[in-house]
């Protein structure tokens, strides 16, 4: 089974269960600057993280990637949510450095540098370590969110996600009044 039907039916599996989000996670999708610190992560770690999460769920003539779903600022979101664990942000930079590592060690170059095929490999083999899997996977964790959570909470603009997958969300929706009433 390849990726793209992975994710889909996985998306479906998940579209049918609540997300487990916290109401302090509202922010506006794209509300989020670039700034030179993100969270506790610098600019430069982010992009390296988007490129990550685009290369896990790309972008197809007819279904959104990470990019269209808003998955890196969705992930922003999270992290700078304060009652999320600090750990969380420790290990995402922990997979970055074992990231560059790894391509340095394979190619002699950075991810952002290397073909789709040689991101294949390096993130194969990434994925065979404990913590490389776990990360991969909290990766992809935050992309089914981002994909399936309501807009209000920064991912899935406009409904996008749903759109694709031909789901309707149950009511009552949130509200951007919850975004007042928790910043």
Request: proline share 6%.
């Amino acid at each position: 089974m390849n990726r793209r039907k992975f994710l889909i039916r996985l998306g479906y599996l998940l579209s049918s269960t609540p997300l487990a989000l916290s109401n302090a996670q509202v922010y506006a999708a794209g509300t989020i600057k670039p700034l030179n610190d993100i969270a506790g992560i610098t600019l430069s770690d982010w992009n390296k993280i988007t490129l990550v999460l685009e290369h896990l769920f790309p972008s197809e003539p007819h279904s959104p990637g990470a990019k269209e779903i808003n998955a890196t600022p969705y992930l922003q979101t999270v992290l700078l949510e304060h009652r999320q664990e600090k750990n969380t942000h420790s290990f995402l930079i922990k997979g970055l450095t074992d990231l560059g590592a790894l391509c340095q060690k394979l190619f002699r170059q950075e991810f952002k540098q290397l073909t789709s095929t040689q991101r294949d490999e390096v993130l194969k083999q990434l994925e065979q370590t404990n913590d490389g899997y776990n990360w991969i996977n909290m990766l992809l964790d935050y992309i089914m969110e981002a994909l399936l959570t309501d807009p209000v909470y920064g991912g899935n603009p406009e409904g996008i996600g749903w759109q694709w997958l031909q789901h309707q969300p149950g009511f009552p929706r949130p509200t951007t009044a919850l975004k007042r009433r928790y910043l």
